[in-house]
């Protein structure tokens, strides 16, 4: 017997399920999106900016083909940042903490019994030898190998930092999957955002002491996304006294974060001179030939022959991260499956007609800035002033936070070519709309045609299109 269905919106949602797959949906959509259908079109809302781009880039046409079924018209799809999302998704996550720790009321082993603690798995895929080396990340790669080998001989913590997408969790990851290979050493890699549920369900159940434990009698431990702790200084102060039961030898902390330690808002000073003693890392954007490389190695763990020119295309026309490369690819294999034609160069150039178009460009400060200055009606030597009208302060604003997204310049390096201005300047800027990004807060000001709102989000993403003309 079919499924009774109340609302259009819940056929639209199991249409969605079987186009993508259980598995997808859970990972991608469960408890982090929210749906409104109206005759306008389908909302997608969802959890937090990260998620909104990642489904925008990898699952627009599910959405629309899911649309399309269920109300028999093609409908425009939109996704919106929906804060309660995120913090649902929080307080699911703590709940889940919170029984985990319940369930260890019974007395902690003892340090003898040196059981290693369940964690995030590590991800078979994600070793050394399927990392490719280039220019970009020669020097992270060979850190990386170091502390495979001998974890905490030559340096402690190490520390891996770079934009989102360019390999940071395969480096973290490939070194705790070559460590338990190896069975001798107790290991655990977690998220900062898992830390922090853990520690906080340790105390709200009264269990510090396993959770403390737990963590502080490994050899390695290894961070994700540490960036997470800004501004938890309580979660801080327990992290501080984690990495202190760190001393060397054999033992290691591993972090993975967005940014240099000392390019993080709201960190302790205290840990962050512990974290820039030991070796500071950085993995960059990967050159062209890196990334058809990359494209090279994702096709043969894919068990796909890609012919070399549709790698060549696909790095030289997809100038992202190494997660675009691989949703370039997997686009082009499924366009190739489902029109049942070889995969050909002619295929390729179809399938990435419109792709391309949302894949992030490297770009210049000067361009970024004619396009800020001509929006808000103000002048390059405005955003270079002291003045502090509202026009000229979201110009100078946007132009720091689309300079720090969409260039390679530094902090320091956007605030000297801005004016001369202190790096913290260009820090706070990136840090509140990012605040305003994930609150889908309005941005508000005034100009000769009078009063003008416009979503923050809304408003980054036109200036980038006017980038990138």
């Keep these: 017997m079919a499924p009774l269905y109340h609302t259009e919106t819940e056929q639209l949602v199991a249409r969605l399920q079987t186009i993508v797959g259980g598995d997808r949906w859970r990972v991608w959509f469960e408890g982090a999106t929210d749906f409104h259908l109206a005759d306008g079109g389908l909302t997608v809302g969802v959890a937090n900016l990260f998620l909104s781009d990642y489904l925008r880039s990898h699952y627009s046409e599910p959405l629309i083909q899911a649309v399309r079924d269920t109300l028999g018209r093609p409908l425009p799809v939109t996704f919106r940042v929906q804060p309660d999302l995120f913090q649902k998704r929080r307080a699911v996550n703590l709940a889940g903490e919170i029984e985990a720790m319940e369930k260890l009321g019974q007395p902690a082993p003892q340090p003898a019994a040196r059981p290693a603690p369940r964690a995030a798995p590590v991800r078979p895929l994600f070793t050394l030898e399927n990392f490719v080396v280039g220019p970009c990340n020669a020097m992270a790669y060979a850190a990386a190998k170091t502390a495979a080998a001998n974890p905490g001989r030559d340096f402690h913590p190490l520390f891996i930092h770079g934009a989102c997408g360019l390999g940071?969790?395969?480096?973290?990851?490939?070194?705790?999957h070559a460590l338990r290979l190896r069975g001798d050493l107790r290991v655990a890699c977690l998220s900062a955002e898992q830390f922090t549920n853990r520690?906080?369900?340790?105390?709200?159940?009264?269990?510090?002491?396993?959770?403390?434990?737990?963590?502080?009698?490994?050899?390695?431990?290894?961070?994700?996304?540490v960036h997470f702790l800004g501004g938890k200084n309580a979660t801080q102060e327990e992290f501080l006294h984690t990495f202190n039961e760190f001393d060397g030898g054999r033992r290691l902390v591993i972090l993975a974060s967005d940014s240099a330690p000392r390019q993080i808002q709201a960190i302790q000073e205290r840990l962050i001179s512990r974290w820039v003693s030991g070796l500071v890392v950085r993995l960059s954007a990967p050159d062209e030939e890196t990334r058809r490389r990359i494209v090279q190695a994702k096709a043969r763990l894919m068990g796909r022959s890609v012919p070399d020119d549709v790698c060549a295309l696909i790095a030289a026309r997809v100038q992202g991260s190494v997660r675009e490369l691989e949703g370039a690819l997997a686009r082009i294999i499924a366009y190739s499956s489902l029109l049942k034609q070889p995969m050909s160069l002619d295929v390729a150039r179809?399938?990435?007609?419109?792709?391309?178009?949302?894949?992030?460009?490297?770009?210049?400060?000067?361009?970024?800035?004619?396009?800020?200055?001509?929006?808000?009606g103000v002048t390059g030597a405005d955003i270079r002033s002291h003045r502090k009208s509202r026009p000229v302060s979201l110009a100078r604003q946007a132009t720091m936070v689309l300079a720090r997204e969409m260039t390679d310049l530094s902090f320091a390096d956007i605030a000297r070519s801005l004016g001369g201005k202190n790096h913290t300047t260009v820090l706070a800027a990136c840090r509140k709309w990012h605040d305003l990004v994930k609150s889908?807060?309005?941005?508000?000001?005034?100009?000769?045609?009078?009063?003008?709102?416009m979503s923050a989000e809304a408003l980054l993403a036109y200036l980038k299109d006017r980038i990138r003309g």
Aim: glycine share 4%; aromatic share 10%.
């Design 440 to 453: 889908a807060a309005e941005v508000r000001w005034a100009d000769r045609t009078g009063a003008r709102s």
């Design 168 to 176: 940071k969790t395969h480096l973290l990851q490939a070194i705790l």
């Design 350 to 376: 179809q399938s990435l007609a419109d792709f391309v178009a949302v894949a992030p460009k490297r770009t210049t400060l000067a361009a970024i800035e004619e396009a800020a200055t001509a929006f808000f």
């Design 199 to 225: 520690y906080l369900a340790g105390m709200r159940t009264g269990q510090l002491d396993a959770f403390r434990h737990r963590y502080r009698n490994l050899d390695v431990l290894a961070i994700d996304d």
